[in-house]
């Protein structure tokens, strides 16, 4: 019997950005967490934060911006 080595769909380097896109939208969502009151009576102003609106966002898009490539990179 003949065994056929199975090929990969991507390399080893699309893995890695892969992985890497993947960490970077985990941490965003991560960073966007949190923020709001236990009383729905009061409203907490940390929701709106530097870190919730601009840098969080900013981690998600840059992530999926990674994934993306990682897909498109020929793979050698």
Not at 10 to 37: E, H
Not at 38 to 59: G, H, K, S, W
């Amino acid at each position: 019997m003949k065994k056929e080595k199975r090929k990969m769909v991507f390399g080893k380097k699309n893995y890695q950005l892969m992985l890497l896109g993947l960490i970077f939208i985990t941490l965003g969502f991560f960073l966007m967490s949190g923020g709001g009151s236990e009383d729905p009576n009061i409203f907490n102003d940390e929701i709106y934060n530097f870190r919730r609106i601009r840098v969080a966002p900013i981690l998600v898009v840059f992530g999926f911006i990674i994934e993306v490539y990682a897909i498109m990179i020929n793979p050698k």
